[in-house]
């Protein structure tokens, strides 16, 4: 090797110029990946939240109420106008109720009936008001689109042919008699 050569890459070597560019094209990956995720973390929780707050303001209602009996509509509305952060509650949410017996308890089918944009709108499964001192299942199934659908968290929640993801909600409440 020539001298001129060696003395080239012992400057090379020794040169520390553009080393935080290094650090930063290693790293900013990371925390910005990290960043997404809590961002789309964040909206999942606060939309769970708030679907669980609205059921349980629509069950509260049912069980207080003045001995009528709840209508699909009813419900549905309840629960949208107590979420508010769900977009388009009213297209997204499909809500499934049936009474149960105690004594022979059976619970709620374990695969969710929820809605899909890209089918044609199917009616509901099963919403069976209840009578007096019933034991009542409802569950609340929410479509909704991720924030970051290709990103980390977004990509790993099972999504339908439209891309929307998942949420669901369960409860058991007795109607109060009269």
């Given at each position: 090797m020539s001298l001129s050569f060696r003395n080239y890459l012992r400057r090379f070597r020794r040169d520390e110029t553009g080393?935080?560019?290094?650090?930063?094209?290693?790293?900013?990956?990371?925390?910005?990946?990290i960043?997404?995720?809590?961002?789309?973390?964040?909206?999942?929780?606060?939309?769970?939240?708030f679907l669980e707050r609205g059921l349980d303001m629509a069950v509260r209602e049912?069980?207080?109420?003045?001995?009528?009996?709840?209508?699909?509509d009813e419900i549905k509305q309840i629960i949208c106008d107590n979420s508010i952060i769900i977009n388009d509650c009213a297209n997204n949410l499909r809500l499934e109720m049936r009474p149960a017996d105690i004594r022979n308890f059976s619970a709620l089918d374990q695969t969710a009936d929820c809605t899909d944009q890209a089918e044609p709108s199917k009616p509901v499964r099963e919403?069976?008001?209840?009578?007096?001192?019933e034991?009542?299942?409802?569950?609340?199934?929410?479509?909704?689109?991720?924030?970051?659908?290709?990103y980390i968290l977004g990509s790993r929640l099972i999504n339908d042919s439209s891309g929307q993801a998942t949420l669901i909600a369960n409860t058991a409440f007795v109607q109060e008699p009269i």
């Open positions: 080393t935080a560019s290094l650090e930063f094209v290693l790293v900013a990956p990371f925390f910005l990946g960043m997404i995720f809590s961002i789309e973390m964040g909206f999942v929780t606060m939309r769970a939240t049912v069980r207080l109420g003045t001995g009528s009996v709840p209508q699909h919403f069976t008001p209840g009578q007096q001192n034991l009542m299942l409802l569950r609340a199934c929410l479509k909704y689109n991720p924030l970051f659908p290709t």
